[in-house]
């Protein structure tokens, strides 16, 4: 369905203002079917985030700003996430000996066990939007992407 139909535009858009809008529609339909896989674990995008952040260091803590460089949503509050977080008992938080005013933050068990519980659920979420395009249509598609964001 294009996009006018959907926003239900009687006015004609320019090539601009449809792909911006395009592009801010899927965001929002993708989220919104995320959104809906990570509620049963009370988890936001963002806390999802920061625990498959914490689960690539591999067992080595990461300070918040190490934590905030690879979010994908780089205004988030990264310490109200991890506080959030910390309540669940999905990560712990200690000051680090070296630097007492750096904060180290750890993924728990408990966070391991929530995302490999996940993982199967976010794999069938990212195929099920890939699921129309052919492999190289998907690579054509993350090219322009990028190509579009690069200021």
Not at 42 to 60: A, M
Request: glycine share 2%.
């Amino acid at each position: 369905m294009k996009i006018e139909e959907i926003i239900k535009s009687t006015a004609p858009l320019n090539i601009s203002t449809r792909t911006v809008l395009n592009v801010m529609y899927t965001q929002n339909v993708i989220t919104d079917n995320f959104n809906e896989i990570l509620k049963p674990f009370d988890l936001s995008g963002e806390q999802y985030n920061v625990l498959r952040i914490l689960r690539g260091q591999k067992g080595c803590p990461a300070n918040m700003c190490v934590i905030q460089e690879r979010m994908l949503a780089r205004t988030s509050n990264t310490t109200r996430l991890v506080d959030k977080l910390l309540l669940k008992n999905l990560v712990t938080r200690n000051v680090c000996p070296e630097n007492r005013r750096k904060i180290e933050v750890l993924i728990t068990q408990k966070g391991l066990d929530i995302l490999k519980e996940l993982d199967p659920k976010v794999t069938d979420h990212e195929q099920f939007f890939s699921k129309n395009l052919r492999p190289e249509e998907l690579e054509q598609l993350n090219h322009l992407l990028e190509k579009y964001r690069n200021k």
